[in-house]
């Protein structure tokens, strides 16, 4: 078989290798050379380096054409290049997932409603030109947010429709499309207060096969602005089982991984977003640990025609991951202090720390390598993990350093 892959999540988040054989298939990977550079050198495979100025399905698009391959697949397992695989296997006729399935879990106004229309709850939302047209569709604090967005990107929060109405019009929201009155591509939603759960899983010819609950310590929009983030794992109900199962089946996931977000709103849970991929930070790592299943490889196998019988071994430890973020500081470098005592605690499943005199990333990650500090940590029972990860938050300091003061 010749499988294409958009190569975009370095190659150790996913391991492309425990779910495809690659002495049994051709596998080429297309992506740019900083994404290929992450693959092992003894991979059999072939790389196919684009220069990245373009879409990633018109650069994949030439390749195609230039080299005359006839792929049988074609894989992404990254949120950014989803629609990017389906618009391809749309040129050629390859079977897989098409735009108008992806869309259901790339747009958040076309997800939000036909989970509405499956009788689930969902904020009340519209898009921001709908909003600019009639903002008193909406009251209270609101969202703003890209509709196909990730890590929290663009999103910001207003205390009243007017505030936000009033920065559009003076161009100030510091988002540049929105200040260049281009509105199409975000939506408007009501802020929905509690704690957010997301949900992590398989699913397979539309049965769920695993689901594992967890929630948030901090929130993704914090961390944007500088706040340590993590989630802990809890025990996983038959409600929460089925309203995941709702949600897959409103919005036409069929087969793959799945990230489920929700609100616990009093004794309800609000939709909030999905996505046809694994969770970001350490989500798989939790995952493995916790039922010994390795989602990418078994969503690669889904992909591949297979259908894998799943043993989740049984395991009563809890686990969660963390990240502290460096993106935010002014400086170039940074200092970290306070994490001496708990980098070998007999919680900690794996520490990872940024080298001293190492570049700080400035954009917005969750890559175990490129943050200050994160980790998978683990306990006897949900609330064991979080205490842990609360006391992590509040002791550890993540500050800004010049050169200088790494010369000195």
């Known amino acids: 078989m010749n499988i294409l892959i958009l190569h975009r999540i370095p190659y150790q988040k996913i391991n492309y290798h425990r779910g495809i054989d690659h002495t049994r298939h051709q596998v080429y990977y297309l992506g740019t050379e900083k994404s290929l550079s992450t693959i092992p050198e003894d991979l059999p495979c072939i790389q196919w380096p684009r220069p990245g100025k373009l879409a ?98 663009n999103v910001q929060v207003y205390n009243s429709p007017s505030h936000l109405v009033a920065a559009c019009e003076a161009c100030t929201t510091g988002i540049p499309v929105v200040d260049n009155k281009t509105y199409t591509g975000f939506q408007v939603e009501e802020f929905i207060t509690g704690d957010i759960l997301h949900f992590d899983g398989l699913v397979i010819d539309g049965q769920l096969k695993l689901v594992l609950a967890s929630r948030y310590l901090g929130t993704c929009l914090a ?90 071994k049984e395991n009563n430890t809890k686990f969660g991951w963390f990240v502290f973020p460096g993106h935010h500081l002014p400086d170039d470098f940074c200092q970290i202090k306070g994490e001496d005592v708990f980098r070998h605690h007999s919680q900690v499943v794996r520490w990872n720390q940024l080298p001293p005199n190492t570049p700080l990333t400035k954009h917005i990650t969750y890559q175990a390598n490129e943050v200050p500090i994160a980790g998978l940590i683990k306990g006897e029972s949900s609330n064991e993990v979080r205490e842990f990860m609360q006391s992590l938050f509040s002791d550890i300091k993540v500050d800004g350093i010049t050169p200088l003061t790494l010369i000195n």
């Open 223 to 312: 961390y944007a602005i500088g706040n340590p983030l993590g989630s802990y794992q809890l025990e996983t109900t038959n409600d929460h089982k089925a309203w995941v199962a709702q949600v897959l089946k409103a919005t036409s996931l069929f087969n793959g991984s799945f990230h489920v977000e929700a609100i616990q709103n009093r004794n309800e849970l609000v939709f909030l977003e999905l996505a046809n991929r694994v969770g970001g930070a350490d989500v798989v790592d939790a995952v493995e640990h916790a039922t010994g299943i390795h989602m990418p490889s078994v969503e690669l196998q889904i992909y591949l025609g297979n259908r894998p019988d799943l043993v989740i």
């Open 56 to 153: 990633t399905y018109l650069e994949a698009i030439f390749a195609i054409d230039e080299y005359k391959i006839r792929f049988d697949l074609v894989i992404s397992l990254s949120e950014y290049e989803l629609l990017d695989a389906a618009r391809i296997r749309e040129t050629y006729k390859i079977p897989g997932a098409s735009v108008a399935d992806v869309t259901k879990v790339r747009d958040k106004l076309i997800m939000k409603k036909c989970v509405a229309d499956a009788g689930l709850a969902v904020p009340k939302n519209m898009s921001l030109a709908a909003f600019l047209e009639q903002p008193q569709l909406l009251s209270g604090t609101i969202v703003l947010k890209p509709v196909d967005g990730a890590s929290s990107e």
